[in-house]
């Protein structure tokens, strides 16, 4: 267990180890109720078709939500970050997962990210600005650029994360009021 465990981003070997231990004395509370949830999300997560979240419907909740503002659309690397910034409660727009960034290093290109699923919805109308919500990493602002360069031929106001951001910020890391700064004072991309 502590082997499985340790597999998990960001729990070495060490947390892992904690987290064993503390489940084993919590047996009959804490360890059966991991193990139901498990298993209950093992049967029911899917991947919605329209914005690549991870949800128990598809599409998701945040698609099918009527209140959700269909004019706004933010565009995220992974399901991660789109999680991050639903949390900080701030974006009432819809989403867009990539799954991904592009990244010479490690051979992903755009053709294996959900770049032309993104294309399609803008091309289908009804969109009125495109936040760009990529991590501000070096592969995120090339993702970001060439995002933006596909984007030019439709008629869409294409907007990114105001730079509160650090450089090298993964949005999954920022706290919520960093997170909520950076979006409420988005900025058209240049
Ligand atoms: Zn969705």
Not at 45 to 57: S, W
Not at 84 to 90: M, T, W
Not at 148 to 168: K, N, S
Request: proline share 4%; charged share 25%; with cysteine.
């Amino acid at each position: 267990m502590t082997a499985a465990l340790s597999r998990l981003p960001g729990l070495g070997p060490r947390s892992a180890r904690r987290a064993v231990l503390w489940l084993i004395k919590r047996r009959e509370t804490a360890l059966v109720q991991l193990l139901d949830a498990l298993g209950a999300v093992q049967g029911a997560l899917v991947e919605c078709e329209v914005c690549g979240n991870i949800d128990t419907h598809d599409p998701c909740a945040i698609c099918a939500d009527p209140r959700r503002d269909m004019r706004a659309l933010c565009v995220v690397e992974e399901v991660a970050d789109l999680w991050a910034l639903d949390r900080a409660r701030l974006f009432t727009g819809k989403y867009h997962v990539l799954g991904g960034r592009l990244s010479a290093l490690d051979g992903v290109r755009p053709e294996d990210l959900a770049i032309d699923r993104l294309l399609a919805r803008v091309e289908q109308g009804g969109v009125d600005e495109v936040v760009l919500a990529m991590n501000a990493t070096l592969e995120g602002q090339t993702t970001a650029h060439y995002l933006a360069e596909r984007l030019e031929a439709f008629p869409v106001r294409i907007t990114q994360l105001a730079h509160g951001l650090p450089v090298g910020g993964e949005l999954d890391y920022l706290d919520e009021g960093t997170l909520a700064q950076a979006i409420r004072a988005r900025r058209p991309v240049a």
